[in-house]
């Protein structure tokens, strides 16, 4: 391959001009050496059920007399996730909530279903004035093309809508972190990214809410359910009455398998026939569908998983907020964003930086938003085990210390 400078073109002058000027998502350190105390990408810290391993185990060896271990890897996997597909609608309550598999899309990861909303619902050149509101304004829901999300949130959006090149409306939360309804209704957006709970602050929305917006804005509305089974309240129960409503939710984090890409939405039929043209034919691996179809089956090993997990949740909510005084939002996820404050009463971006280096040399790993002004004086720690947060407690003490 040549190397030297004079004989390489300009590559990236053949790209795209939006493609040359992108700025990737950057994910979470994922450290390679064992050793650290790991809090810094919401994974759960309890391993998935073990019926996963087992279903692998099961598609590997070729259970139907393919030919062999790992033989059914020859074939493709079943390309639309049919089995998962129908599984999930009857998670989430079936006929009875009027789910049927033609209300789910699965997806690499809950990441790529984002991808194929913004695939379809946002990009470059299209009509100007954004969505046709009242009743002289011509065809209601006209595309704007744009896509509209909350800052702050989960900063893989913009990324998304940079590479299909399209516009993006980012609306500002303030310090309470309340849902800007009206400025979401306005935003001319066709469709509106809101994560609830949100991230990285772990405030949850309630149903009704969630209803305002619904109420107020005439696009897409997707609610990026990561982190709902944590949580008290859900937007599910309203896509029976909101054909806009989209509910986007993954096995990374309640399911401990972050590994394994899967995540899927909720949405009205004829979103995901749209989903469906876009999505890559065989988007789901065999070892995933497998994967996800066992964990959904061992609802009880699950609950016992969360129900932990929101309880040290609590206990160290409680702990940042009363013991050590910390401003902390009332997380109704599996993390915990706690602002973190010297003895000498100081906050701030610095501040928290200082403590997330002294964590890092400790080898405990937590997550430091520094680009937004709400969430640079903050640390984002995920909830681990009980024996992980005492090693992060124990290290904060020791910081305040010298601090
Ligand atoms: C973790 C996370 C995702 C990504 O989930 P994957 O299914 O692993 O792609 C999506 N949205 C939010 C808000 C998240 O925190």
Redesign the pocket.
Known sequence: MPTDAASTPDLAALALPHVAALHAYTPGLQPTEPGWVKLN??ECPYPPSPLVAAAIAAELGGAEGAGGEGASLRLYPEPTSAALRAAIAAHHGGEDSGLGAANVCV????????NLLVRCFCGAGVGEGGLGRGADSGAPNAASGRAGFSLP??S?YPVLVGIANGQSVAIEFDRTMALPVEKIASSGASIFFL?SPN?PTGVGFGEREIEAVLAAYDGLLVV?E??APFARESALKLLARYPRLVV?R????AYAL?GI???YCLAHPQVIALLDRVRDSYNVSRLSQVAALAALSDTRYYAGVIRKVAATRDAYLARFASEAGWFTYPSQANFIFTEPRTRGGEMGAAVAQAAYDFLCERRVLVRHFPKHALTAPFLRISVGTDEQMLTLWNSLQAWLHDA
């Open positions: 990408t919401n997806g690499n990861g809950s990441d790529d279903i984002l949130s989960y893989l994560t991230a990026d990561a982190y986007v993954t096995f990374s984090k972050a890409r899967v995540g």
